[in-house]
């Protein structure tokens, strides 16, 4: 069985980029080898990267593809054959054409008919060969997210390609790469191998010895094997500080794409930075110099752990330095706050008039303003009684965008508004709202958990969607610059998961008419002509924008796609209840009879001519099924109705289920399409008052059943 190794020797890499390719080969080497593989394993494949390197290995090949057999169609019998039963000239240059011997066409028959063909062997293409061929383009489309050209090859990589080992086993495989030759020889830490900067050249024997010689030469090559390192480092240490480490995702997976051979070096800072909120003091370890912090008690120590490319003798010397660089960055962040609380965040407000939130849009002024009136006209909708609070709130909102430490680091914005909030004796929930109205910022984000943190969250994001989505400005498939999807994923989050009863339609209708009013919504003031940018004929386009995420959000966290399709056709407008709706549909599909169930009510609809215009006549109802089968469902309509006014789907489609028997009976007993108009437009009416209360819930002719 063969081995093929693949490395691509660079200068260093970015994080990002480095995710990419790693990402790109788990999800494509197995299909782009998948003909040779002996068997079928996960241990077939073994990604690797590192700042310097990609690479891969890929275990348990054939030497060749196996071989085919495939069907050649020549002319049709009639055509090939003469009367005497000798081929024609068609049949001799259909063979001549794919180098078939005469004596091997054959009568091949298929669904058109009778045809002369043959069956020919299409050798198995061979592994060596493969590579040549293939490799260069699989790497060429890694999809980086920036990429350079560097030499005369005009090639477009992340960074330029230094060396390429191409080994199947022991036998090196030409392959060539924006100039660049394959061979064996790789190459070891730039640092702790000589010559110093480039590292020790060195020879691969076969591919299997790959990564136990890059170890040897103070190289981890696979990012699971780095990361695990360095999280046990940075526990390690934790337990010998008797603390807790700090450990975020985001700055272990670059650190862990920065590093070949990570060394913890544990360092101090002064305890007198500790009166800035920990949040500043470990945004600057992580953003500038990549340190981890730690806590007791929920309070940060005077200790961080910095991780080194390199094993050095004398640690303490390297110790002070990261100390050094580290104490500069505080000291600056130190005097950012003290200068920023000699001022009452409500001096910069006035100020945001010169920020301009977009061209069409206004200044972020504007922005604080709309924000406002959309959070009282929510409050009122969803019975916030908390006017003056969410006013203040509001205002004070986007301030801190202006204090000298968010300027720095805008990551703190909203959090240092919190906190300069406390300071100046703002009331708790309001000082705590100017943070939680950017929540969540991610799909996986905290949520707001004050009342008045999530009325502005929601107005803040349905702001920006409304507003960006009324002057056009849509995302693109790969670039989202105005964030109106992460916007909208707030939007659903918030509604779902806070249980807000709101209509996004009717509400919408409602921001529209006072927008009319109060010129809520406006362009910005160019040449003294204000405009309004919000009507009626967007609504439409923004709720199905912001269901579409809806949809998406489902789908992530479980739900089938046709329950979900069910219940958004006939209601788009409230979230919270058509969560509540697949919740309970998903739910009744674990019932062992949901298809049969769902095929009988299914019928109903289905038998609903389009554009059918209803009327109803108790009078005209004839035969007992009918009579019944309407006679029980005003019984259940009653009942059904009370339980979707308390938002009990569950109960509702539980009641709806004693319909089956009944619309069974309806259905093997009457005869709806008959000749007699009006009584058969009384049945289609009939069905059409049950799929009305269906309706309420879902649309069950879009559920898959078998």
């Known amino acids: 069985m063969g081995n093929y190794l693949l490395e691509i020797g660079t200068e260093e890499l970015p994080s990002k980029a480095i995710n990419t390719a790693r990402k790109y080969f788990n999800e494509n080497l197995y299909k782009l080898f998948e003909k040779f593989f002996y068997i079928e394993s996960e241990d077939n494949i073994e990604v690797f990267s590192t700042p310097r390197r990609l690479a891969f290995l890929v275990k348990n090949l054939k030497e060749k593809e196996e071989d085919k057999e495939k069907v050649l169609i020549g002319p049709p019998l009639k055509v090939a054959v003469d009367s005497e039963g000798k081929y024609t000239k068609a049949a001799l240059a259909f063979a001549k054409k794919n180098n078939i011997d005469i004596d091997k066409l054959e009568v091949i028959e298929n669904e058109k008919g009778k045809y002369i063909g043959a069956k020919v062997k299409i050798e198995g293409k061979k592994l060596e060969e493969y590579i040549k061929e293939v490799i260069p383009d699989f790497i060429s489309k890694i999809p980086f997210p920036k990429s350079m050209r560097w030499n005369e090859s005009n090639y477009r990589f992340s960074r330029p390609i230094r060396w390429i080992v191409s080994l199947l086993d022991d036998k090196v495989i030409p392959i060539k790469i924006a100039t660049v030759e394959a061979s064996r020889y790789t190459h070891l830490h730039r640092f702790m191998t000589?010559?110093?900067?480039?590292?020790?050249?060195?020879?691969?024997?076969?591919?299997?010895?790959?990564?136990?010689?890059?170890?040897?030469?103070?190289?981890?090559?696979?990012?699971?094997?780095?990361?695990?390192?360095?999280?046990?480092?940075?526990?390690?240490?934790?337990?010998?500080?008797?603390a807790k480490p700090i450990i975020d995702e985001e700055l272990l997976d670059e650190v862990v794409n920065l590093n070949e051979f990570p060394v913890g070096i544990l360092g101090d800072f002064s305890p007198k930075y500790l009166v800035l909120p920990k949040e500043v003091i470990i945004t600057v370890c992580k953003v500038h110099q990549r340190y981890f912090n730690f806590e007791k008690d929920g309070e940060l120590i005077p200790k961080f752990l910095a991780i080194s490319n390199t094993a050095v003798k004398d640690r303490e010397l390297v110790k002070r330095g990261y100390e050094k660089v580290l104490r500069a960055r505080l000291e600056d962040a130190l005097f950012f706050y003290e200068e920023d609380l000699k001022h009452n965040l409500e001096e910069f407000y006035p100020k945001l008039a010169g920020i301009q939130f977009h061209q069409k849009l206004g200044s972020l002024l504007e922005k604080v303003e709309r924000n406002g009136n959309i959070a009282l006209l929510l409050a009122k909708e969803i019975n916030v009684n908390k006017t003056d609070d969410l006013k203040r709130a509001n205002k004070l909102s986007k301030c801190d965008l202006l204090t000298e430490m968010v300027k720095e680091f805008d990551e703190l914005q909203g959090l240092m508004g919190m906190y300069y909030a406390l300071k100046q004796g703002e009331k708790e929930e309001v000082a705590k709202a100017i943070y939680e109205h950017y929540l969540p910022k991610t799909s996986e984000d905290d949520l707001p958990k004050t009342d008045v943190g999530t009325v502005l969250a929601l107005a803040d994001k349905l702001d920006t969607v409304i507003s960006f989505l009324s002057i056009g400005e849509k995302p693109k498939a790969t670039a989202d610059p105005y964030g109106i999807r992460r916007n909208s994923i707030g939007i659903v989050r918030l509604l779902v998961e806070k249980e807000i009863d709101l209509d996004l339609e009717k509400f919408l209708k409602i921001l529209e008419k006072e927008t009319r009013k109060k010129k809520i919504l406006k362009f910005a003031e160019l040449e003294k002509d204000w405009s309004l940018i919000f009507d009626e004929e967007v609504i439409p386009e923004i709720i199905d924008f912001i269901n579409s995420r809806f949809v998406s959000y489902m789908k992530d966290r479980g739900y089938d796609t046709d329950i979900i399709n069910s219940v958004v056709a006939v209601d788009k407008g409230n979230l919270y209840k058509n969560y509540l709706k697949i919740k309970a549909l998903q739910e009744l599909k674990e019932n062992p009879e949901f298809e049969e169930i769902m095929t009988v009510f299914k019928r109903v609809g289905k038998i609903i001519p389009q554009k059918f215009i209803f009327k109803f006549t108790e009078d005209l109802l004839v035969e007992k099924e009918e009579k019944e089968l309407y006679q029980r469902y005003m019984e259940v309509k009653k009942e059904v109705e009370k339980y979707i006014e308390e938002n009990n789907y569950k109960e509702a489609l539980n009641k709806l289920l004693t319909l089956k028997r009944y619309i069974d009976n309806f259905f093997d007993n009457v005869m709806v399409m008959v000749k007699d108009d009006s009584i058969r437009?009384?049945?289609?009416?009939?069905?059409?008052?049950?799929?009305?209360?269906?309706?309420?819930?879902?649309?069950?002719?879009k559920i898959t059943t078998k």
């Open 194 to 242: 000589k010559p110093i900067g480039r590292g020790e050249k060195k020879e691969i024997p076969d591919a299997l010895s790959y990564s136990q010689i890059l170890k040897l030469g103070f190289i981890i090559p696979k990012y699971e094997e780095r990361k695990e390192a360095i999280k046990t480092q940075i526990e390690g240490f934790a337990r010998t500080l008797n």
């Open 681 to 701: 437009n009384n049945r289609l009416s009939l069905m059409k008052l049950i799929d009305n209360t269906f309706r309420k819930i879902a649309d069950f002719t």
